[in-house]
């Protein structure tokens, strides 16, 4: 029975119990309540100021974290993406991409960034009024993912080939206090191979914005800042990425800058021919699983969760098209198609495609781009 002794059904027992137990607000929306206490003075002077109840984006997506004295490794190729930054919880500084309001937007930026090959910790609730950052649980995460795919749902957009710019303002080999020395700047950090962690404030879409906040921060005291350049979440030189030779810093040298690159040049599955307009690095061979105009077929929702990796993409028309994760060679691809046969899915709806650049192609089409 209830507080008043009227008797409540299983049905709403059962239900009591399951938003007793949800602490991720998956089944409803948190509801924030503080009571205050005002105490009295004598001192006229006393001003009240009271306790503000944090809000804003609570779900953010962990690709890393460092403990205090251990280096964290590769995280500058997190860089090219504007949402990276820094969560210092406790002893521990975590690395992230994005932040979110409603669980599954961060569960579809997940799944987002796992069909683009970056590896996910785990998705996180940033407890900001105790200092926290809590693991949501899996169980609730691949729930989740589960009604994302049968939604059609869409995580944010982490292929769109924009250069971003940011300002490097220091790089130190040992540790420092972040909050002294940058007390005025909000800065990101990723510690290299090299064991030299690199601060960077700001990002920008284009090279003057940034190049206006470096001189910005020079102003301030940082007089060693000067502007990075990311292509595809890929460091390039100013150069490579098309700043204007009369815009860039006197004395600049394209060598020097490329010997502050922390990255390795990736140089591999470059195409030899010196005039091709392709970059056989970014050929990425997936198989076309299904067209719907409608949401996915339940029927298949638990399929594709199996498989793993499978991404919708919505068109203008409203339909949406279901691809596989990426491979490496056509014949990976081929391969994959034999073992989703084996999920029950039919091989004359699937077809080995290729992503180029973030754009959709047949076989047959990218190789008449390439020929041309």
Do not use: C
Request: glycine share 8%; charged share 30%.
């Amino acid at each position: 029975m209830d507080e008043y002794g009227v008797t409540i059904t299983e049905e709403q027992y059962a239900r009591h119990w399951e938003l007793f137990n949800d602490s991720t607000g998956l089944l409803h929306d948190f509801a924030e309540e503080r009571t205050t206490v005002q105490f009295r003075s004598d001192d006229k002077t006393y001003s009240y100021n009271p306790y503000k109840v944090p809000t804003g984006k609570n779900y953010v997506i962990i690709v890393g974290k460092e403990h205090k004295d251990v280096a964290a490794n590769d995280l500058h190729k997190y860089l090219g993406y504007n949402d990276f930054k820094t969560i210092t919880r406790g002893d521990t500084v975590y690395y992230v991409l994005g932040e979110y309001t409603k669980i599954e937007d961060a569960v579809a930026a997940k799944t987002e960034l796992e069909n683009k090959g970056v590896t996910v910790d785990l998705i996180g609730k940033d407890n900001i009024r105790n200092g926290s950052l809590t693991p949501v649980d899996t169980a609730v995460v691949n729930k989740v993912e589960k009604v994302n795919l049968q939604n059609g749902k869409e995580g944010p957009d982490y292929s769109v080939p924009v250069q971003l710019f940011r300002v490097q303002v220091g790089a130190f080999k040992n540790k420092i206090d972040e909050d002294a020395i940058f007390k005025d700047v909000d800065v990101i950090h990723a510690t290299g191979n090299d064991g030299i962690t690199r601060y960077y404030s700001g990002s920008f879409t284009t090279y003057d914005e940034a190049e206006a906040y470096r001189k910005q921060m020079v102003s301030k005291g940082y007089k060693n800042a000067f502007v990075v350049a990311y292509e595809y979440q890929e460091r390039k030189t100013l150069v490579e990425v098309g700043v204007d030779s009369t815009k860039l810093p006197p004395g600049y040298n394209e060598q020097k800058e490329l010997n502050s690159f922390v990255e390795p040049r990736d140089t591999t599955n470059q195409n030899n021919t010196a005039n091709s307009k392709i970059d056989w690095s970014k050929v990425k061979y997936k198989v076309k699983m299904g067209y719907f105009t409608g949401n996915v077929p339940t029927s298949l929702v638990g399929i594709y969760y199996d498989i793993g990796g499978v991404k919708g993409v919505k068109g203008t028309d409203g339909s949406y098209t279901y691809y596989s994760r990426e491979f490496k060679t056509k014949q990976e691809a081929e391969n994959a198609i034999l073992d989703y046969k084996t999920y029950g899915l039919e091989e004359e709806n699937m077809s080995v495609v290729i992503e180029y650049r973030y754009i959709y192609y047949t076989l047959e089409e990218f190789k008449k781009m390439a020929e041309e």
